[in-house]
């Protein structure tokens, strides 16, 4: 698996692990989820191909995926965002890569 962080391509900060199999997406959301302290705003989304769910956090909203392109991804959904995507990022490198 290799950690990734860029932008999209509406500029929003993204970090992420290549190579995370769907299975997984329960159980790292979860942990980071308990780890941060987020709080789900909505359902969980998913098709056989992708799934999502934004969370949120003292303001900040971030959306956890997962999908076939890209494996497991957290993004920014805006620039106030950035600093919990940023930590989120440094605990899924040091964790799953």
Known sequence: ME???YRDASDRLTVGVEG???LAYRFVSWKL???FGL?????LNKTLDEKFQVYEKD???ISVDWDVWSGFTVTAIDS???????EIGKYLERKYT
């Open 59 to 61: 303001g900040a909203s």
């Open 3 to 5: 950690y990734k962080s």
């Open 39 to 43: 709080k789900k705003r909505g359902d």
């Open 33 to 35: 989820i308990r780890k």
């Open 20 to 22: 995370m199999s769907s």
């Open 80 to 86: 106030e965002s950035e600093n919990i995507v940023n």
